[in-house]
């Protein structure tokens, strides 16, 4: 499960094929979301991305790009508010 919040699905949709093609792997089992221009927390986007996953059978959540996830009183440098977002 791909879930990205900058790019237009359009150009994800072409550099994951193009990644796909570069290390033959089939795209049967990769489903993507597209979170631009819905710019909201991974807390609130939690169990959105929970049950997405489930539906989906997930095995692996890449979140691109984190940054732009991370709710307002978290930075990245934060270590304790770092490991809750992790957590």
Known sequence: LIIDN?????????RISHMADAIATPLDHVHFVSLRGRLADLLTLQA?????????EARII??????????????????AAMAQVYN
């Open 6 to 14: 900058e790019l237009h699905p359009e150009t994800a949709a072409r």
């Open 48 to 56: 959105q991305i929970e049950e997405t996953a489930r539906s989906v």
């Open 62 to 79: 890449i979140l691109d790009a984190l940054y732009r996830l991370l709710p307002t009183t978290a930075g990245e440098n934060d270590n």
